[in-house]
């Protein structure tokens, strides 16, 4: 084995179609147990829990207790960027293990992605706020202009919390319906809260869709025009 990165331990963990079921499955960003993974992956509890320890170690989830309970999420931004861009591949080489069903076109349209919006929805903001220079891409990722900042302060995010954050402000993540990039980062999770507080849109239950209202979906086009 050559020195450097290990991709192929990690190929190892997320290949298996169980652990890549629970992976997808925690894209969803609710924290979930090993009973509820199991369920997505379809096999034992006891099975699933082997399973959550491969993946804990390898850095790709972690866990809290709560009670009698132990809720598993995954670990940070960088393992949900990681997940989207390997559908994203996957589904470009045609690579598909299912038929596209009946909520496919909801979930291409406008889905959460960890804990920020994806889908057609989360590219046309990304395409709107770099077309009004308010990102601008850089070698490392996304910089926020003066303008850009002015723009979100305006629209009631609170910038304080978020520089206090280790993870990084403004991050792009490609999507894995569009193939194109969306708004990943500190930023992006707040944007979507924002939409939440604002009536605009709502999670849709035991999903990743992300539901906008009539009101909402109108205003959410005329705020990020493309």
Request: with cysteine.
């Amino acid at each position: 084995m050559k020195e450097g990165p290990d991709i192929a331990f990690l190929g190892s963990l997320i290949g298996d179609p169980a652990r890549a079921n629970m992976l997808t499955a925690l894209l969803s960003g609710k924290a979930l147990t090993a009973t509820e993974l199991a369920g997505e992956a379809g096999v034992t509890v006891q099975t699933a829990s082997s399973h959550l320890s491969k993946m804990e170690a390898g850095g790709l989830l972690r866990q809290r207790k709560q009670g009698r309970y132990r809720y598993f999420t995954l670990a940070d931004d960088d393992v949900g960027s990681v997940l989207e861009a390997m559908m994203g591949f996957a589904a470009k080489k045609g690579h598909l293990r299912t038929r596209t069903g009946p909520k496919d076109p909801a979930l291409r349209y406008s889905r959460v992605c960890y804990n920020h919006l994806a889908g057609d929805l989360g590219v046309r903001m990304m395409d709107s706020l770099l077309a009004k220079n308010f990102l601008t891409p850089e070698t490392e990722g996304l910089g926020l202009t003066g303008d850009g900042k002015a723009f979100f302060e305006e629209f009631e995010i609170d910038f304080e919390p978020l520089e206090k954050l280790r993870r990084p402000l403004c991050k792009s993540c490609l999507d894995w319906s569009n193939r194109r990039s969306h708004l990943a980062g500190s930023l992006g999770s707040a944007l979507l809260t924002r939409f939440y507080d604002l009536g605009w849109a709502k999670r849709v239950e035991n999903s990743r869709i992300v539901a906008f209202n009539v009101a909402g979906e109108k205003a959410f086009l005329k705020t990020f025009p493309v």
